[in-house]
């Protein structure tokens, strides 16, 4: 998942996890603070979903918008699928939350999993609507979901983020990210070569969140 996006207040963790159930299933993960909720996407977000992908900078990063609304459900049942793998296998790689407005109560963008390694090094990312970006949500969701991963037991956390991207720098950043250097000419966008730098945070380092 690329990363795109162009205070203190109580963090609030239900279930690392998901706590179990009657009959042993898991309730679905959900984070928050006082500006976003982090939760399970549901097919009544296809239409978000899909609206919202196709502003080329989400597209930049994550490749096509889903081109109807039902291959947006397909996404959804796909990050949902994750989930289930997540719950019984404990590797949280393509789970993803909605980001949702807390005071809206509607949906702004994306933040997931891109991979959980066998050394317990995970790597995410995040992307917000046109409408939700400049007001600090991208940091927020980046936080809370820094400190869920923490919580899993990540050893580290890294972003990737394209060198040019300044505002999505400037959210790791906040977030209590490092910028540990580039990766010369490491991705492809748009037919060019570009630079990506690697942000990350280890779990020592981790001021709850750093400073916002």
């Given at each position: 998942m690329g990363v795109s996006e162009n205070p203190d207040s109580a963090v609030v963790f239900d279930g690392r996890a998901g706590e179990p159930e009657p009959g042993g299933a898991r309730s679905p993960v959900s984070l928050s603070d006082d500006a976003v909720v982090l939760r399970h996407w549901s097919s009544s977000d296809a239409v978000f979903m899909a609206e919202a992908w196709r502003d080329p900078a989400i597209e930049r990063y994550n490749g096509p918008a889903p081109a109807s609304l039902l291959d947006a459900i397909t996404v959804i049942e796909r990050i949902e699928q994750s989930w289930r793998t997540f719950e019984v296998e404990g590797d949280p790689t393509g789970a993803a939350f909605a980001i949702v407005d807390a005071d809206l109560g509607q949906p702004v963008g994306m933040c997931g999993v891109d991979q959980w390694s066998s050394t317990h090094v995970a790597q995410f990312g995040y992307w917000l609507a046109p409408g939700a970006r400049g007001r600090g949500l991208a940091t927020c969701a980046a936080t809370l979901m820094t400190g869920w991963l923490f919580e899993l037991g990540a050893a580290r956390v890294?972003?990737?983020?394209?060198?040019?991207?300044?505002?999505?720098?400037?959210?790791?950043?906040?977030?209590?990210?490092?910028c540990e250097g580039?990766?010369?000419?490491?991705?492809?966008?748009?037919?060019?070569?570009?630079?990506?730098?690697?942000?990350?945070?280890?779990?020592?380092?981790w001021p709850l969140g750093g400073n916002r």
């Amino acid at each position: 998942m690329g990363v795109s996006e162009n205070p203190d207040s109580a963090v609030v963790f239900d279930g690392r996890a998901g706590e179990p159930e009657p009959g042993g299933a898991r309730s679905p993960v959900s984070l928050s603070d006082d500006a976003v909720v982090l939760r399970h996407w549901s097919s009544s977000d296809a239409v978000f979903m899909a609206e919202a992908w196709r502003d080329p900078a989400i597209e930049r990063y994550n490749g096509p918008a889903p081109a109807s609304l039902l291959d947006a459900i397909t996404v959804i049942e796909r990050i949902e699928q994750s989930w289930r793998t997540f719950e019984v296998e404990g590797d949280p790689t393509g789970a993803a939350f909605a980001i949702v407005d807390a005071d809206l109560g509607q949906p702004v963008g994306m933040c997931g999993v891109d991979q959980w390694s066998s050394t317990h090094v995970a790597q995410f990312g995040y992307w917000l609507a046109p409408g939700a970006r400049g007001r600090g949500l991208a940091t927020c969701a980046a936080t809370l979901m820094t400190g869920w991963l923490f919580e899993l037991g990540a050893a580290r956390v890294f972003l990737t983020i394209e060198s040019e991207n300044a505002a999505s720098a400037a959210v790791a950043l906040r977030a209590g990210f490092t910028c540990e250097g580039t990766l010369r000419a490491h991705g492809v966008w748009n037919g060019q070569r570009k630079d990506v730098d690697v942000y990350a945070v280890l779990p020592h380092e981790w001021p709850l969140g750093g400073n916002r």
